[in-house]
Nanobody
Framework: QVQLVESGGGLVQPGGSLRLSCVASGFDMDRYSIGWFRQAPGKERERVSC????????YYADSVKGRFTISRDNAKNTAYLQIDSLKPEDTAVYYC????????????????WGQGTQVTVSS
């Protein structure tokens, strides 16, 4: 069974931090680029970060640069998204996704998706 499972979301105050985890099973995460996407109500799903399987290069949306950090631990078949200095506009469902070739900027082409984890930033 191919599966990605996100965890680590929750309700936090502005300025707080979260670390999201994405655990893969049923496939070899080593060979996949891992993207993190988020989707807020009424908005399109957007990529916030990605880490390449080929060279380890990382990518960040302008809105999250300096606050979000993507990483992976292939031995644990897990990817992470460290989120610092949270803002209310970060509120969304966060998804991890696996792409067999590259860090595509759009959701199309990603092979596997997690179920999402809710991040809510509010006072």
């Amino acid at each position: 069974q191919v599966q990605l499972v996100e965890s680590g979301g929750g309700l936090v105050q502005p300025g707080g931090s979260l670390r999201l985890s994405c655990v893969a099973s049923g496939f070899d995460m080593d060979r996949y680029s891992i993207g993190w996407f988020r989707q807020a109500p009424g908005k399109e799903r957007e990529r916030v970060s990605c880490i390449s399987s080929y060279d380890g290069n990382t990518y960040y949306a302008d809105s999250v640069k300096g606050r979000f950090t993507i990483s992976r631990d292939n031995a644990k078949n897990t990817a992470y998204l460290q989120i610092d200095s949270l803002k209310p506009e970060d509120t969304a469902v966060y998804y991890c996704a696996a792409h067999g070739y590259l860090c595509a900027a759009t959701p199309s082409g990603y092979d596997y998706w997690g179920q999402g984890t809710q991040v809510t930033v509010s006072s």
